[in-house]
């Protein structure tokens, strides 16, 4: 009798923990971390990573993913698709207007039991997004900026479940601490001039050239083999 307790108990838990996003990663599907391991060993760099850069493209709707190898060399671990971020060219500013901040930022918090299944949060307002505010005298700058899994967003980055499996696993091994996220409007690496629109903040140009400058040292290869065009939901 006390072991059929006992078991009950134990399936109770283990139910209850599958039913968490986060189990995602270890109770179905395909172990995700041996994964990893071989994507950082093709790419020439240690699991997991010493730092990771991850560079969101609107225009292209392509999220890059570097890992940083024992020399501290970016080395380009995976490409996922962006399946939805709200919103058009120009930088986020002001809550409820649905759009994708753009600029540098830190991953602040990871989030297992997300409703978009998993999620990571970025640190929108960053300094730069409060200084122009206050130079503009806007408020209410909004927040709760996330890459999420799913395929809906509402000024947030949504790349699809098994990829957000995939790079929630990198993530948390690698340290929030150690993870940057770059979010440009279109690859600024290409040397092509730089957005415009009349609808743009005036500051827009100095934004996009600090982000043209952080993304130059981040050089894709010429055929890029390591793309997930689509991942399921």
Request: proline share 7%; net charge positive; charged share 25%.
């Given at each position: 009798?006390?072991?059929?307790?006992?078991?009950?108990?134990?399936?109770?838990?283990?139910?209850?923990?599958?039913?968490?996003?986060?189990?995602?990663?270890?109770?179905?599907?395909?172990?995700?971390?041996?994964?990893?391991?071989?994507?950082?060993?093709?790419?020439?760099?240690?699991?997991?990573?010493?730092?990771?850069?991850?560079?969101?493209?609107?225009?292209?709707?392509?999220?890059?993913?570097?890992?940083?190898?024992?020399?501290g060399r970016p080395r380009l671990v995976k490409?996922?698709?962006?399946?939805?971020?709200?919103?058009?060219?120009?930088?986020?500013?002001?809550?409820?207007?649905?759009?994708?901040?753009?600029?540098?930022?830190?991953?602040?918090?990871?989030?297992?039991?997300?409703?978009?299944?998993?999620?990571?949060?970025?640190?929108?307002?960053?300094?730069?997004?409060?200084?122009?505010?206050?130079?503009?005298?806007?408020?209410?700058?909004g927040g709760d900026i996330f890459i999420h899994?799913?395929?809906?967003?509402?000024?947030?980055?949504?790349?699809?479940?098994?990829?957000?499996e995939e790079l929630y696993g990198l993530v948390?091994?690698?340290?929030?601490?150690?993870?940057?996220?770059?979010?440009?409007?279109?690859?600024?690496?290409?040397?092509?001039?730089?957005?415009?629109?009349?609808?743009?903040?005036?500051?827009?140009?100095?934004?996009?050239?600090?982000?043209?400058?952080?993304?130059?040292?981040?050089?894709?290869?010429?055929?890029?083999?390591?793309?997930?065009?689509?991942?399921?939901?």
């Open positions: 009798m006390k072991a059929a307790r006992l078991y009950i108990a134990v399936a109770v838990l283990s139910a209850l923990f599958c039913s968490t996003a986060y189990s995602a990663i270890h109770c179905s599907g395909e172990p995700v971390r041996p994964r990893l391991m071989a994507l950082c060993a093709e790419a020439e760099c240690n699991y997991p990573p010493k730092g990771l850069t991850l560079i969101a493209l609107k225009k292209e709707k392509r999220l890059e993913v570097w890992g940083a190898d024992d020399c490409e996922y698709e962006i399946w939805a971020a709200s919103g058009d060219t120009g930088p986020k500013l002001r809550e409820g207007d649905y759009q994708v901040p753009e600029g540098v930022y830190t991953v602040t918090r990871l989030n297992p039991n997300s409703r978009y299944h998993l999620s990571m949060k970025i640190d929108y307002p960053n300094a730069f997004d409060r200084k122009m505010a206050k130079h503009d005298r806007r408020r209410q700058l899994g799913n395929a809906k967003s509402k000024g947030c980055i949504a790349i699809g479940n098994a990829a957000i948390e091994d690698t340290g929030t601490s150690h993870v940057r996220v770059i979010i440009a409007p279109c690859d600024l690496r290409t040397g092509g001039a730089l957005p415009v629109s009349g609808k743009l903040p005036k500051w827009t140009p100095t934004l996009y050239k600090k982000i043209a400058g952080e993304m130059a040292g981040y050089k894709r290869p010429v055929a890029p083999q390591k793309v997930l065009v689509s991942s399921n939901l």
